[in-house]
């Protein structure tokens, strides 16, 4: 452990009493992040606040802070499926598939599901533009193999893969949230909205390889739209198996190794995929991470614009890839 650390009588780091010191490694860390001066300043004050914070609505901001201070990838008490999650948060309540008590947990699901069938029509219009959908694509260290046509790398070993986000990181898709007003309507509606979302299309026969999201700062959730049969397309998180079926949403949390499969010989599913924020997070803590991640996203955009093999020039190129129709309306 970082020697500028100590522990409590729970052997649990906890933040250096002295406010120099304390002050000294916040900044740093900050700086470590590629930031704007500004949003060092921003992120610092945040920091600050945690480490004296008495009310307990920034405890785990405070104990991810300490993760970072002291270069521990990984929190206690983390389920191995998660082991290969590269940014994990401490103290959140942590399950494969949220199905207890998930109607409760998360009310906006039954607004989604009524509107399912405005969702689907929505969908399906656009059969009519052969450009809407995009092949899913990666920076060559995140897929199975780099993509034929040299553009990123792919995620599945059979099939075909293909998307039409609504929202992702900034990007502007504002053509595409026109296409699909209901859509977007019912997505911009929900509380903790995590500003991904997008159409899912997966080609019969098809293999999304494991793999682990992002984080689990957010959770996602599935609205099958057009699925072929119960009994062929099905998601594996950690341990459990979900059986896709149109209509019925399903959350989970997909910092667990997941996969998925359409083992359909001749039709596609197709669903719609949004991301929330953790519910587990208070309101001061999703403020913050929503802050920080803008932040941090507009700094590497910047940075990667000469990057090849960097997201958002992976992304661009991906839009003037226009995919087989047949891998999305089978």
């Known amino acids: 452990m970082d020697n500028d650390l100590h522990n409590n009588e729970d052997n649990q780091a906890v933040m250096p009493t002295d406010k120099a010191l304390l002050e000294a490694r916040l900044r740093a860390l900050t700086e470590e992040w590629g930031l704007s001066l500004l949003g060092q300043n921003i992120a610092f004050l945040w920091l600050s606040k945690a480490a004296t914070d008495d009310t307990g609505k920034l405890t785990r901001l405070r104990q991810w802070a300490l993760m970072e201070l002291n270069k521990q990838r990984r929190p206690p008490n983390m389920s191995p499926w998660q082991y290969g999650c590269p940014s994990l948060l401490p103290g ?15 009310p906006w699901i039954h607004a989604l599901e009524a509107a399912f069938p405005a969702i689907r029509d929505e969908l399906l219009a656009l059969k009519n533009d052969p ?17 034929d046509d040299g553009i990123g790398s792919i995620s599945h070993d059979a099939g075909d893969w293909n998307v039409y986000y609504l929202h992702l990181h ?17 997505v911009e509606s929900i509380g903790g909205h995590y500003n991904h979302a997008f159409f899912s299309a997966m080609a019969p026969q098809t293999h999304i390889t494991k793999h682990h999201g992002p984080t689990n700062k957010k959770l996602r959730c599935h609205l099958p739209l ?17 059986s896709v079926r149109e209509g019925e949403c399903f959350v989970f949390d997909d910092s667990f190794e997941h996969e998925a499969w359409n083992d359909h010989m001749t ?13 587990s997070l ?23 614009e000469d990057d090849v093999d960097g997201f958002y020039h992976i992304l661009n190129e991906a839009t003037h890839v226009t995919p087989n129709p047949l891998a999305i309306w089978s």
Request: hydrophobic letters at 40%; one cysteine or more; a positive charge.
């Open 170 to 186: 900034d990007v502007d898709y504002a053509a595409n949230r026109r296409r699909c007003p209901v859509t977007t309507a019912v």
């Open 131 to 147: 450009s809407t959908f995009q092949p899913y694509r990666a920076p060559s260290w995140a897929g199975v193999k780099q993509a």
């Open 226 to 242: 057009v699925v072929p049969s119960p009994d062929s397309c099905r998601l594996r998180v950690g341990d459990d198996v979900v």
């Open 92 to 106: 959140l309540r942590s399950r494969p598939v949220w199905d207890e008590d998930m109607r409760t947990t998360f």
């Open 267 to 279: 039709k596609s599913r197709i669903v719609l995929v949004l991301d929330v924020w953790h519910p």
């Open 282 to 304: 208070s309101a001061p803590e999703t403020k913050f991470f929503k802050f920080l991640q803008k932040a941090r996203l507009k700094a590497e955009r910047k940075l990667a």
